[in-house]
């Protein structure tokens, strides 16, 4: 599973980066070290243009950077509290799974990130016996931004007046698949990443050829991420600072490389 992450771009590093069209953030959010559920994240995905706007390069719609809330609750939850146990979703069923299956047919996005958490049960144990779990940061070795899949949902709460800003929810979800080997020993699942290639292709919200679409996505190609322990700080989402991102020269019980 993806559980943190970290995400340190400025809204106008990623409008450079992902070639944004419109920029939908109301607040702009501090760069954070500790990305953690529930927590509002940077999303970019396509939505039909303005009327008066209509035209451009992009004749489906237009790529926005917005800001949404990860977990994402489906459009028929009676309880947005359903969306604290939907931060992932499992690329193999996706498809099919209610509470995905119509995001993934049309509101699919990019989660940008500058990596990932991952902890590594080692060979210590815990007063209880427990494997001692050591944290890796995974990232791309290039230093380059990481576009994670997902998906998001707009759920509208019934409670609030039509009127209300506050009456739709945005929230969104990481697509997990099986990790590849270099990273698939600290643990068995890793987010997808879609390339700059497929941008296009997987925010298009016309294409909906599940097939077509799983093909967009394939786990990291060898060498293209790279893992190395950090600080047991990063276990409480009070903490947040680029410090969580130095490396430990030495863990006893370190996964082999």
Not at 139 to 162: C, F, K, N, Q
Not at 212 to 236: C, D, F, H, I, M
Request: aromatic share 8%; net charge negative.
């Amino acid at each position: 599973m993806c559980g943190r992450y970290a995400s340190s771009r400025r809204p106008e590093d990623l409008v450079e980066e992902f070639e944004i069209d419109k920029v939908e953030v109301k607040e702009t959010l501090a760069a954070d070290y500790n990305v953690a559920p529930t927590k509002q994240v940077y999303a970019v995905l396509q939505r039909p243009r303005d009327t008066e706007e209509a035209g451009g390069d992009r004749a489906s719609g237009e790529r926005q950077l917005r800001t949404v809330k990860w977990g994402l609750v489906p459009f028929w939850a009676k309880d947005p509290s359903i969306g604290n146990k939907m931060i992932n979703a499992r690329m193999e069923t996706v498809h099919e799974k209610p509470a995905f299956r119509r995001a993934f047919a049309a509101r699919r996005c990019l989660l940008p990130a500058d990596g990932y958490y991952e902890w590594y049960a080692t060979e210590q144990k815990t007063k209880a016996g427990k494997p001692l779990k050591q944290p890796f940061f995974i990232h791309p070795a290039d230093g380059s931004v990481m576009a994670m899949a997902g998906l998001y949902e707009i759920w509208r709460d019934p409670t609030r007046d039509e009127d209300d800003p506050q009456r739709f929810q945005w929230t969104c979800t990481v697509l997990t698949t099986t990790a590849e080997d270099s990273v698939g020993h600290i643990h068995d699942r890793m987010p997808l990443l879609v390339e700059p290639d497929r941008y296009a292709a997987w925010l298009d919200p016309s294409h909906s050829d599940v097939d077509e679409l799983k093909k967009l996505l394939v786990p990291a190609a060898p060498g293209r991420l790279e893992a190395y322990p950090v600080s047991t700080q990063v276990n409480s989402v009070r903490n947040n600072g680029p410090e969580l991102l130095d490396p430990l020269d030495a863990v006893e019980g370190q996964p082999p490389a």
